[in-house]
């Protein structure tokens, strides 16, 4: 299996490498264009592979196009203006009173203008130099960007979170079961989707929990939602939904932080990487150290000990190259085109749904359609990517004030077009 990481300077790359470990015969390209940042990655790459026989070959690619050259799976995991544009993301948005997030509201969008064109440019190298390869997005806003990259490559395309996974997995232990053992219905769009159903052996265990205040404080998003809220929606919301139904207490809580979480993994990962440099056979250890802190602070801390290992980002990646490499008939939470999954959207947009994944890439199964209040949501913030995604592609500074003038965290043309002065869109 021939892998190649199109940002393979990027902090989770040595998650990726990991889970690779268990897969013999595999080999890894690095591709970035911070040439330090990725040469540190390799020395933590390095450590991993120490004593292995069987570990993962690992080359850095001085080139694009060649590191995407006769690949089996291509990764695309680039942050376009690094971490610094991550904090303008979230600076520029509080600075005009709205939510400042790297992938929701305001702060998607700006991500979303500034990362579609880079993210065209990949995939259209690799439908030409790897016809048959497997992009796998894990570039956020990871819908909003599949979605760019799918009118390049069609199905070929798969965009991958590790939040609805991990939702799952914490909703199955607090309802006491294996989390292996159980089926689940999900559908929304990346960092907007709801758990619908949780089945154990022919039972709905959604219900019961839903029920329980017990066991529902028992893990993050419970304790996020609370059971009033939950029992009323009569579903389990994405962590990323509280943006939403806690607008005014989330968008308070980040004006009176100190500093954003960009501002935070900026001066974090600064640091890492400046001392991995100076010392390369203490990449590992700075790696794990940073990695775990970075894990445990996520969020606000009291992370699930299964995230606190890796996120689940990695297994999802995994699972999911395992499943078209060697046709293993797997069912994941996958971002693809919509078929029918959600006939209110486009046949084209992206969802993020539960799919049959095998040699022929990955499908949506039928599930429970969404309610009135979940449709409403998913369309406005539809309309915003597809409105970004114009923008971008055609440096169209009306269409990127529809993207943020529709956006429902946003919900005001004036402080939209303040936005985009503030932002200078379109670049010269």
Not at 63 to 80: H, N, P, Q, T, Y
């Amino acid at each position: 299996m021939r892998l190649t990481i199109i940002g393979g300077g990027g902090f989770r790359v040595p998650l990726v490498y990991r889970a690779l470990l268990t897969t013999p015969g595999s080999e890894v390209t690095l591709f970035d264009l911070d040439e330090a940042r990725v040469r540190v990655i390799a020395d933590v790459l390095a450590g991993m592979a120490a004593g292995r026989r069987d570990a993962p070959a690992v080359r850095i690619a001085p080139s694009l196009d060649e590191a995407v050259r006769g690949a089996d799976f291509v990764f695309s995991a680039i942050r376009v203006g690094g971490t610094a544009g991550r904090v303008r993301d979230e600076r520029v948005p509080l600075a005009h009173g709205v939510l400042g997030q790297e992938t929701v509201g305001a702060g998607g969008v700006l991500y979303g203008l500034r990362t579609v064109p880079v993210a065209l440019r990949i995939a259209a190298r690799v439908r030409a130099l790897a016809p048959d390869a497997w992009l796998i997005n894990f570039t956020n806003p990871a819908g909003l960007v599949t979605e760019a990259m799918a009118a390049e490559l069609g199905h070929r395309v798969i965009g991958i979170c590790d939040s609805p996974v991990g939702l799952v997995r914490r909703a199955a232990r607090a309802a006491g079961v294996d989390p292996d053992e159980v089926r689940y219905g999900y559908l929304g769009l990346n960092h907007l989707g709801w758990l619908r159903s949780l089945t154990h052996r022919g039972r709905d265990l959604l219900p019961g929990l839903l029920a329980d205040d017990a066991a529902l404080a028992s893990f993050e998003e419970g304790r996020l939602f609370g059971g009033e809220l939950l029992r009323a929606l009569g579903a389990l919301p994405n962590e990323y939904l509280q943006y939403y139904y806690r607008a005014r207490e989330t968008l308070g809580a980040a004006r009176e932080a100190d500093e954003t979480r960009g501002e935070f993994l900026d001066r974090q990962q600064g640091a890492f990487f400046a001392a991995a440099a100076r010392d390369p056979g203490g990449a590992g250890a700075l790696w794990e150290r940073a990695r775990r802190e970075r894990e445990e602070t996520y969020g606000g801390g009291d992370r699930d000990p299964w995230d606190l290992e890796g996120g689940g980002y990695e297994r999802v990646a995994l699972a999911l190259m395992r499943a078209i490499a060697e046709d293993r008939r797997t069912r994941l939470i996958l971002n693809v085109r919509n078929g029918d999954a959600c006939p209110a959207l486009p046949h084209d947009a992206i969802v993020e749904t539960v799919c049959e994944v095998g040699a022929k890439g990955a499908h949506p199964v039928p599930c429970l359609s969404p309610g009135m209040a979940e449709l409403g949501l998913m369309l406005q913030v539809k309309a915003a990517e597809r409105a970004t995604i114009e923008a971008a592609v055609k440096r169209s500074r009306p269409a990127a004030l529809r993207a943020l003038a529709l956006h429902p965290l946003v919900g005001s043309a004036d402080t939209a077009s303040r936005i985009l002065a503030a932002v200078a869109f379109p670049p010269l």
